[in-house]
């Protein structure tokens, strides 16, 4: 079985300040690994994900995430934060396998002052 | 290239009555998931198809009921509707065979009275 812990229900920085989400999961299977991004009354966008290849992920608007298997780890980060990255994150996790579903952590909501 | 797609946006409902949502899939996309997100928590997945059979099931009880059509878009059904099912109610596609990437749609928000 998978679970996500997303540490923290509150992130708060100011503009260009670094950005740190955690995020930890469990699965007794290897995972595959992602974020998602939900603004305002809208559905959620695919940030990154980790699907078994390089430890580093890169995703869209500069965020990118670590995959670190001893920590059961895939914290997510973006060096300088910027007004329009306000909103909530999710970290995923799914079986390393066909047609399972997404295991979803209670999200993280960002705020970003000036 | 159209993205998946929800209807209706919004909803209210009283409860004991019943609910059909819609979800088209993602161009190319065979396979459709649902997921209820409750307010302030994560996504929680309902069920999958594909090739119009339900292949995976999560924890909801069998007043949730789902369709799939020959040209792969989606029915989610709730009988009997509960205070509880108040909720954001999402759909998301994928390709069957790819392992990963889900493609969610804006959702359709859910209000019983």
């Known amino acids: 079985a998978q679970s996500v812990t997303q540490l923290g229900s509150h992130v708060s920085v100011s503009e260009g300040a670094l950005v740190l989400l955690r995020c930890n999961y469990s699965s007794s299977v290897p995972p595959y690994l992602f974020w998602y991004v939900q603004y305002p009354n809208q559905g959620l966008q695919l940030l990154l994900k980790y699907t078994s290849a390089a430890t580093l992920v890169k995703g869209i608007n500069g965020f990118e995430a670590e995959f670190k298997k001893s920590e059961t780890s895939f914290h997510l980060t973006k060096p300088s934060a910027h007004m329009s990255d306000a909103a909530e994150y999710f970290c995923a996790v799914s079986a390393h396998q066909a047609g399972t579903a997404l295991i979803f952590g209670k999200g993280t909501t960002l705020s970003v002052s000036s | 290239d159209a993205g998946v797609t929800q209807s209706p946006t919004h909803l209210i409902k009283t409860r004991g009555q019943q609910v059909t949502l819609r979800c088209s899939p993602k161009s190319g996309h065979d396979t459709v998931s649902w997921y209820q997100q409750a307010l302030g928590q994560g996504p929680q997945f309902i069920f999958q198809y594909y090739e119009e059979e339900e292949r995976q099931r999560g924890n909801f009880p069998d007043r949730f009921s789902g369709h799939q059509f020959p040209n792969y878009s989606s029915e989610l059904n709730v009988n009997a509707l509960l205070l509880g099912d108040s909720a954001l109610y999402l759909c998301?596609?994928?390709?069957?065979?790819?392992?990963?990437?889900?493609?969610f749609g804006p959702g359709t928000r859910l209000t019983v009275l």
């Open positions: 998301a596609s994928r390709t069957r065979g790819e392992t990963d990437t889900q493609y």
